[in-house]
């Protein structure tokens, strides 16, 4: 009777220890840096077509439609990056009328590469990974991608104010983060 009640209580131990342990993976997911929105993305997402001109962009979606949208800055479009055919683009737009307005255009091949600033050193990856070069870095960033043509990086968001060749900069509500491209 005693071996019994010590086999059950055993038992009873390893089962609360499974079901505790269960619960940490769950609040550590929670906690972790993710790139879940709980915003609908409604970026439009492709390469630049070989139509593209200085007023036009031609996208060729990764549905494989091809949609054509105007650049006019005087109602409110944004490119940054460039228009490079064959380049991988971010798009968010309007209808007016029959036409497609673009509102903000970010050029994803651009994007990717390393950056650097005075506190950060970091590589944006195709893949959505980001490599801090900085080991001492208290929260370097893991992961990135575009919603709404804004930049996520981990759990910062962020408005690509200016994205060149050499140059990018950001915009969140802690600030403007200038950035530097790295060879």
Not at 33 to 51: F, I, N, Q
Not at 105 to 112: D, E, I
Not at 138 to 150: F, V
Request: proline share 1%; hydrophobic share 35%; glycine share 8%.
């Amino acid at each position: 009777m005693k071996k019994s009640i010590i086999f059950t209580a055993l038992c009873s131990g390893l089962m609360l220890l499974a079901s505790c342990d269960g619960n940490k993976t769950e609040k550590s997911e929670a906690q972790s840096d993710t790139l879940k929105t709980e915003v609908a993305d409604s970026t439009v997402y492709g390469r630049c077509g070989k139509g593209s001109m200085m007023n036009t962009l031609e996208l060729v979606t990764d549905e494989g439609n091809t949609l054509s949208f105007t650049i006019d800055e005087e109602q409110g479009s944004d490119v940054q990056g460039g228009m490079m055919a064959g380049d991988r683009m971010a798009v968010t737009f309007y209808k007016s009328g029959d036409e497609n307005i673009a509102h903000k255009v970010v050029n994803l091949t651009t994007l990717l590469g390393r950056w650097t600033a005075l506190d950060k050193d970091f590589t944006i990856h195709e893949d959505g990974s980001v490599e801090s070069s900085i080991e001492a870095e208290s929260k370097p960033y893991t992961a990135w991608a575009i919603c709404n043509a804004k930049l996520i990086l981990n759990t910062d968001t962020f408005d690509v104010l200016t994205l060149g060749a050499d140059s990018l900069e950001l915009e969140s509500s802690k600030g403007i983060f200038v950035y530097k491209r790295q060879k």
